[in-house]
Structure formats: structure tokens, C-alpha cells
């Protein structure tokens, strides 16, 4: 299982901050194996990596409404389970478990952030673009959380539609 | 002893809550519940406390915090109100989008239509970014899915992104 295909040379492109109206809606299922799909898995790493602090990104907050996101969560602290870079589309959460609350963060929403319950144990299925391998994806902690985030913002839904109570938001100072 | 409620308001700096409490217990006050926060940089406080003389004596008492005139105080007898839980199921109400008057006023006029009682609100202006966060409890046998509906069509008017989830009441 490779989750990491061959990417072509990616684009660093502006991200969407809230309140822009591409990050509203569920974005729509696309085809694995079509070359603009694997085009923007590789525009989607290149603006991660070139985010200081941003451990995902959905294509949603780049203005495109298709079921696509990166994650990698190498290094990060809180990272137990990782399965390093990789890109991947039409995720669906088959099994979500272990709540627990956690602060998140969103470059979408550069100057808040917010307590937020997620699975601590997710297994999610995807399709790898450009090979179009289903592969199944078990993880944990800090990557399960991600993994949630990222299935959200195909969703339309922010952290802000989940934080844990009125008091939850917390101004932040960062990726400015 | 008698109940009142203390709001002080106004400019900022370190010390506040320190010298109005010092105040207050100087009378020999008692404090019950207090909530303070800033509001656009603003100092905003809010405290009901048992006082052994009347909102009178207890505002003369307070009354060096308001000297420089960046602070105002007001005291005021309340009665007590009971505090038990509510009889309903509490939820969380989200709303965020681009800042335009009337959000609040139009969401939480749909709570009110279906008999919730916010029990407590925040909202947020970051740049063009509104959040608002509100406790809501639903009076029991409300039908969620059909405020939810009407929140999303007031949301759909105002422009913003709406929703609506049950508050998580795990206990140890």
C-alpha cells in the first residue's frame, strides 16, 4: 500500500480563509485516476509543505470542490501511529472510536483555534490518485484527528461546527 | 445579607478583579458566581455576590474603582433565582461567516420561536470572520430537526454557515 504516488511538480496556491464561500458544501466525488486529480493531490502537498505549522489541507480550501486532501503529520508531538506524506481522495470514515478532546487549529482560520472532540482510533478508505489503489488506513491519535479535520472540510464543516462549548475558541497568534 | 449583582466595564489593566474583590470583601461580601472577560479589548465582569449591607453601601463601597473614570460600576439587588439543571437537552449552536448586522438577532430569534433558553453565547469577530457560539436547551419533545431546518434557512438568508449539535454531557 502506497500512499504517496508519483506527483508531478505541485504548485504552492493561496488558501481560502473563512468566511470564503468555497469552504461551505460538500465537495463531490471525483476520479482517482484522472490526471487533474493527481495534478492537485501534488498542488495540495506543495501548499502544505510550504505551511509552516499545517499538517493538512483539503482541496476545498484551495477554491475545489472534490473529495481530496494531503496529510503528514511527521514529527508532530502528538503523532503516535504515522503513515507520513500522502495524498488521497474520496475518503470515507469507516470506524471512529476513543473520543477525546483536543485543540485544533486551521489555516483556513488563521486566528483561532478551538477544542474539539475526535476519534482517537479512525479506519478510513480512500482511493490513491493517480493509481487509484483503495487502501484502507488505520490510525490513531494525532493522525486520526487530522484525518477528521481534512473529511470535514469536504463536508463543508469547519472546526468551528464542532468545538466543545461556547467557551471553546481560543484566539491564536500564529501563520500570520 | 442581601443578593446584588456587580458589573464593572471599561478600559483595561492589570489589577481589576484584584481591587474590586478586595473592595467587595472589605464589606464583608460574599461572592456567589462571576464571569469576566474582554470584550474588544474591553474589561467586563459580571458578579453576584451576598452583601451584608444593600446595592447602595456596597456601590459607595466600589466607588474608588470608578475615580479615574475609565471603569463604570453598577450594583443592584437581584432576587435569588433557582439553579437547578435544565428540564430539556442542551445543545450547541454554531454559526460563522462574513460579519453583516442582524446574525445574531436572526438566529436566536429561532431559538427563541422554538421555547430554547440560551444559557450561555460567545461571539468573535476575527477581520471579515463572525463566529457565534450559544448553549441552547431545547424544551423536551422539541422536534431538532425542524429548528434545525429553520436555522438553516435564516442561515441560507444571512450568508452563513449554520449548525446545531447535541452538547456532550459525559460524566465520570
Redesign the interface.
Known amino acids: 500500500m502506497t500512499l504517496l504516488p508519483e506527483l508531478p511538480q505541485g504548485a504552492v496556491r493561496p488558501v481560502l480563509?473563512?468566511?470564503a464561500a468555497g469552504l461551505?458544501g460538500r465537495a463531490r466525488e471525483v476520479d482517482p485516476l484522472e490526471p487533474d486529480v493527481l495534478a492537485l493531490a501534488a498542488d495540495l502537498l506543495a501548499t502544505q509543505l510550504g505551511s509552516p505549522g499545517c499538517v493538512g489541507l483539503a482541496a476545498t480550501q484551495l477554491g475545489v470542490p472534490w473529495r481530496v486532501f494531503s496529510l503528514d503529520v511527521t514529527g508532530h508531538p502528538r503523532t503516535r501511529t504515522c503513515h507520513g506524506p500522502m495524498v488521497l481522495a474520496n475518503p470515507v470514515i469507516e470506524s471512529a472510536t476513543r473520543w477525546e478532546k483536543g485543540r485544533e487549529g486551521c489555516l483556513s482560520?488563521p486566528?483561532?483555534t478551538g477544542d474539539v472532540?475526535r476519534a482517537t482510533r479512525v479506519v478510513v478508505r480512500g482511493e490513491v490518485p493517480g493509481t487509484g489503489e483503495s487502501v484502507l488506513v488505520e490510525t490513531d491519535a494525532f493522525e486520526s484527528r487530522a484525518f477528521q479535520h481534512e473529511i470535514d472540510h469536504l463536508d463543508?464543516?469547519?472546526f468551528?461546527?464542532?468545538?466543545?462549548?461556547?467557551?471553546?475558541?481560543h484566539a491564536r497568534q500564529v501563520y500570520r | 445579607m442581601r443578593l446584588v449583582a456587580v458589573t464593572v466595564l471599561g478600559h483595561d489593566r492589570p489589577g481589576i478583579v484584584a481591587r474590586t474583590t478586595q473592595l467587595l470583601a472589605a464589606t464583608g461580601a460574599n461572592l456567589e458566581d462571576s464571569t469576566m472577560t474582554l470584550l474588544r479589548g474591553h474589561f467586563a465582569m459580571v458578579l453576584v455576590a451576598q452583601v451584608p449591607g444593600d446595592a447602595n453601601t456596597t456601590a459607595e463601597a466600589l466607588r474608588p474603582l470608578t475615580e479615574d473614570g475609565s471603569l463604570v460600576v453598577s450594583v443592584r439587588e437581584v432576587p435569588e433565582e433557582p439553579t437547578a439543571g435544565p428540564l430539556g437537552s442542551a445543545y450547541l449552536l454554531a454559526v460563522h461567516g462574513a460579519d453583516r448586522p442582524g446574525i445574531v438577532s436572526a438566529v436566536t430569534g429561532v431559538v427563541a420561536a422554538a421555547g430554547g433558553n440560551i444559557t450561555d453565547l460567545s461571539t468573535r469577530l476575527r477581520q471579515d470572520l463572525y463566529v457565534l457560539l450559544a448553549e441552547v436547551d431545547l424544551p423536551a419533545g422539541t422536534d431538532v430537526e425542524e429548528v434545525s431546518s429553520a436555522l438553516a434557512q435564516a442561515a441560507a438568508r444571512l450568508g452563513v454557515d449554520v449548525s446545531l449539535r447535541p452538547v456532550d454531557t459525559d460524566v465520570l
Do not use: T, W, Y
Request: aromatic content about 0%.
Open positions: 480563509r473563512a468566511p461551505s482560520v486566528d483561532l472532540k463543508g464543516l469547519l468551528l461546527d464542532r468545538v466543545a462549548g461556547a467557551h471553546a475558541l
